[in-house]
Nanobody, 124 residues
């Protein structure tokens, strides 16, 4: 089993930055890919960024050039650096991990474990 805990969310003005962290515990050494998803009110959960075990990454078109995903595998931690934030980025951000693959999965059904989420609010 793997447990994921997100941190770093909060309220920020448009144009500002936040850095989210997700710390894994339990059998975190079994983790292959990790990702960040977000869900705004009345919307489906969507991929923000994903990082595969082979070093590849994927980003949603809406965040390319503004957000960066990175990992510290020794600590079982994944980060999401968010710059040039926009009000449209307001959502609950979730960390996800999978233990079976080798790519940076976009499909949320590929992930085995999820965190509880952290709120990000961007004011205009």
């Amino acid at each position: 089993q793997v447990q994921l805990v997100e941190s770093g969310g909060g309220l920020v003005q448009a144009g500002g930055s936040l850095r989210l962290s997700c710390a894994a515990s339990g059998r975190f050494f079994s983790i292959k890919g990790m990702g960040w998803y977000r869900q705004a009110p009345a919307k489906q959960r969507e991929l923000v960024a994903a990082s595969g075990s082979g070093g590849m990454s994927n980003y949603a078109d809406s965040v390319k050039g503004r957000f960066t995903i990175s990992r510290d595998n020794a600590r079982g931690t994944v980060y999401l650096q968010m710059d040039s934030l926009e009000p449209e980025d307001t959502a609950v951000y979730y960390c996800a991990a999978e233990v079976h693959g080798s790519t940076a999965y976009r499909d949320r059904d590929q992930y085995d474990y999820w965190g509880q989420g952290t709120q990000v609010t961007v004011s205009s």
